[in-house]
């Protein structure tokens, strides 16, 4: 390939249509308002199951595209998510009882599967293109995922409400009303197209490649006592692979607690004074400042796979490691005093910053420590701290949450006042303050790091 940077364009491209799995808060109030049977927990559990699929895929696939290429098996993954997205559009036609079966058959299940399997694609095959800026380019390559909300986030909501397409709060052209269901329809085909166009662009490098004038640097250990390239099973029999997954677990968690919930928690900070009720225009208007802070989130997200990845190449994996974890433990504990919406966009740029740091930060550290030869499957394996955090901080997010107040939602028709729905004000206090001490001792924990010798396998 004459130009290896037309690998990241792809990446990037696969990315940002796959990045749209952290739009799931924009989904959650209408779900309810769709099915009121269902409660906080109900609702969460298709984001903790599409992320815990996520991670699985990428074990799958991994080690397929080891065997077989980038190409075919990211082509795969988009043709599962789309399918996944296009059979959910039809949740809308079973009782509550059975409808969420569905929604997490097809879009968790099948969905988080294609996802997964198109994520590591692209990042294994930049890895092996860029030895020389691997925390830079790996950052660049899953910006896209991070960047995926901000885009995608504004036109769900548009498409569900038939209002404006929105970025940064600002009407830009108006959106037919797809309503609820055909919105899963209209992305499945989307991405179908995108992650397709994607993948033809992405193509493994020939053995022994390296770019024009690097060389690998040389390691302050004598190199007999260093391991080049380590197996899945010999990964496994180092206490820095469980140094580092546990360390991602609490990471990830913490980000996804936020990313996945961001919009309902901001709801709940909006109208937890408001006792007395509200009017539905009221609603509208908190429901608009929650989709936008999901798209500031992905910003932030995004921008920090690039920033965090340069530092990681330039200050070393574990110095910026241990700085993202203080810096989410901290903004995780003050988080609950941040319930004024300026504040609250602060709190939760930090933790966005913080977590797509630590994904950008994973595939390269994942190449240093443990070789690139078996990259594919070992990432899988690392990345699995992923999907385990999808679940847990999702879940303690629900779990945890205290209902504070039940508002009443007030429509006038003809004059007359009508109550049409009641909101509950969730109080989210102990999962942040849970989550932010285990971060802190996460960073802690990160002092000890050091890269694995031969004997450690």
């Not at 696939?61 to 190409?71: E, F, L, M, S, V």
């Not at 060389?215 to 496994?236: C, D, G, I, Q, W």
């Not at 999907?387 to 997010?397: C, F, H, K, T």
Request: charged content about 10%; some cysteine.
């Amino acid at each position: 390939m004459k130009n290896r940077w037309s690998v990241v364009f792809g990446a990037f491209i696969i990315q940002i249509s796959l990045g749209a799995v952290y739009i799931w808060s924009v989904f959650q109030t209408p779900l309810l308002a769709h099915f009121p049977a269902w409660n906080e927990r109900q609702v969460t559990l298709p984001a903790q199951i599409i992320l815990a699929c996520f991670a699985l895929g990428v074990i799958v696939a991994g080690r397929i595209q080891d065997k077989i290429g980038p190409r075919s098996v990211a082509m795969a993954g988009g043709l599962m998510l789309a399918v996944g997205l296009m059979l959910a559009s039809l949740t809308g036609n079973f009782p509550a009882t059975k409808a969420l079966d569905w929604l997490i058959l097809t879009y968790s299940v099948l969905g988080g599967l294609g996802i997964g399997t198109a994520y590591v694609c692209p990042i294994a095959t930049c890895v092996k293109w860029f030895p020389d800026k691997r925390g830079l380019i790996t950052g660049l390559a899953v910006a896209g995922f991070g960047a995926g909300a901000f885009f995608f986030a504004p036109l769900a909501k548009g498409l569900i409400d038939g209002s404006h397409y929105q970025l940064l709060g600002k009407n830009l052209f108006p959106l037919p009303e797809a309503g609820l269901f055909n919105t899963f329809l209209i992305f499945g085909i989307i991405f179908l197209v995108t992650i397709s166009g994607g993948a033809l662009l992405l193509k493994n490098p020939e053995a022994g490649y390296r770019p024009a004038g690097w060389n690998p640097p040389r390691e302050l250990t004598p190199a007999a006592s260093l391991k080049v390239n380590f197996s899945p099973s010999e990964m496994f029999c180092t206490w820095q692979f469980w140094l580092l997954w546990t360390v991602f677990l609490i990471g990830c968690g913490g980000g996804l607690m936020i990313i996945m919930k961001a919009s309902p928690i901001w709801q709940s900070f909006a109208v937890s004074s408001l006792k007395e009720g509200m009017g539905a225009g009221h609603l509208e208007q908190i429901a608009s400042a929650g989709a936008l802070a999901v798209s500031i989130l992905a910003i932030f997200n995004s921008l920090g796979r690039i920033i965090w990845g340069k530092i990681s190449d330039l200050a070393g994996r574990q110095p910026a490691m241990l700085a993202i974890c203080f810096m989410e433990g901290l903004a995780m504990l003050f988080l609950p005093q941040m319930k004024a919406f300026p504040s609250f966009l602060t709190g939760i740029s930090i933790i966005g910053l913080c977590f797509g740091g630590l994904l950008a930060v994973l595939p390269a550290i994942t190449a240093d420590f443990f070789g690139t030869e078996h990259y594919g499957a070992n990432y899988g394996w690392m990345f699995s701290a992923y999907g385990a955090g999808g679940i847990l901080g999702p879940y303690l997010a629900a779990r945890l949450m205290k209902t504070s107040a039940i508002v009443r939602i007030r429509e006038f028709h003809a004059g007359q006042e009508n109550l049409e729905q009641t909101m509950v004000v969730g109080d989210y206090q102990l999962a942040f303050l849970l989550t932010g001490v285990l971060c802190l001792a996460a960073a802690a924990a990160l002092l000890l790091l050091k890269k694995p010798k031969a004997e450690e396998s």
